[in-house]
């Protein structure tokens, strides 16, 4: 028998004998030149997802394979998400290969924020985080910002190397790819993108004008991500669609703000402050007394508190308490996902509380 092609679409192989499995397509679209998986089908056509089964087993023994070839590795992050969508480990795979951490997701900056002191804020986190990234960019796939600068580094960096690119699901990596085909060979949409995570399982190539190849890696599913703790009928409500436009409250010491059910903000110790949030703009805020928050929040959680709507609540993991005492005027209060808070004053002590597993941390202010 012929070797089966790949999907057109996420680059699994083809098969037509099981309909639930993996790469499955009737026997007819064999003819066609161009294939396309149900599930990638699915998805484009009704914007839906099959559940993906990429275990994490799969996942580092691609890494581990990487760690064998020789190329450029681009590492796409969403600012947004910054931890969420951090591949923990990835520097240990990658050998002596050099990393591009490209930062996607920039036109939902608002346009006070400094690209500049973005960047550096990545630099720092990557260091910490163990990565020595040979060059930091910041991008919107989606907008195309800052892609032909990117497409440049890949061009200086990969040094007629593979490349492969790498990032957990919904960073925005099929939409990047897509945008480099678009820019390389003015061609639409080659790879399935979607609302949804976990959509790109195999690994993909696209050819480079001298002969070498850039793939598509399969994302995985960070399981801690605060996506993955919302229905999919919701994300919409969190995940910023649009630049954000900043929301300023004046706050005493004493009062809470609501970030729908999602998050919760205490001022705990100050004197009298802005806070600033930075989150998707039809996210109601809910400003309550602090000692009333813990009922408020069990009596109206899923109604007055929204989203997630009662029918999707109980998704939601309990909300965690992070103290933080900030030293700093401009200080900015992240949580992973959904966006951050900035402290306008010095030596206050405020708590973010957000969902278990979702990671809490404070940065200077990116503005
Ligand atoms: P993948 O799972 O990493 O391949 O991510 P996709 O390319 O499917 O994108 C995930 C989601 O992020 C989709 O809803 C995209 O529309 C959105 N997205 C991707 N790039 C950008 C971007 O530059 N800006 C914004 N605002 N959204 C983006």
Request: charged share 25%.
């Amino acid at each position: 028998m012929n070797e089966m092609p790949q999907c057109i679409g996420c680059g699994t192989v083809i098969q037509t004998e099981d309909k639930n499995g993996l790469g499955y397509a009737p026997a007819s679209s064999l003819e066609k030149e161009m294939i396309i998986c149900q599930r990638c089908f699915r998805l484009k056509n009704y914007n839906e997802i099959q559940p993906v089964s990429l275990t994490d087993d799969d996942f580092l023994r691609i890494l581990n394979g990487l760690g064998q070839q020789e190329g450029l590795i681009v590492k796409i992050v969403d600012i947004f998400d910054f931890n969420g969508s951090w591949l923990p480990g990835l520097h240990r795979f990658v050998g002596n290969n050099p990393v591009l951490l490209v930062a996607n997701k920039a036109d939902l900056l608002p346009k006070s924020v400094k690209e500049k002191k973005v960047i550096n804020w990545l630099k720092r986190e990557a260091k910490a985080l163990g990565l020595k990234p040979i060059d930091v960019k910041l991008v919107s796939a989606h907008k195309g910002m800052g892609m032909q600068e990117v497409v440049e580094a890949i061009e200086e960096y990969r040094n007629g190397k593979d490349v492969y690119v790498v990032g957990c699901t919904n960073v925005g990596k099929s939409t990047f790819i897509n945008r480099i085909i678009k820019q390389a060979t003015g061609e639409g949409e080659i790879i399935t993108t979607s609302h949804f995570p976990g959509t790109t399982l195999d690994m993909i190539g696209i050819p480079l004008d001298d002969g070498a190849s850039l793939f598509d890696t399969p994302g995985i599913i960070n399981h801690h991500q605060m996506a993955h703790h919302i229905d999919s009928s919701e994300l919409k409500y969190i995940m910023p669609k649009k630049e954000i436009k900043p929301k300023v409250y004046q706050q005493n010491p004493g009062q809470t703000l609501f970030i729908g059910a999602l998050a919760r903000f205490d001022f705990i110790q100050g004197e009298r402050s802005a806070f600033t949030i930075h989150a998707a703009n039809d996210l109601p805020i809910h400003r309550t007394k602090l000692e009333r928050a813990d009922s408020l929040y069990e009596e109206h959680k899923g109604e007055l508190l929204a989203p997630p709507t009662t029918k999707h609540i109980d998704q939601l993991p309990p909300l965690v308490r992070h103290e933080f005492s900030i030293k700093e005027a401009k200080t900015d209060v992240v949580i992973s996902g959904l966006g951050w808070v900035t402290v306008q004053h010095a030596n206050v002590v405020v708590a973010a509380h957000a969902p278990k597993g979702v990671e809490v941390f404070i940065r200077p202010s990116l503005i």
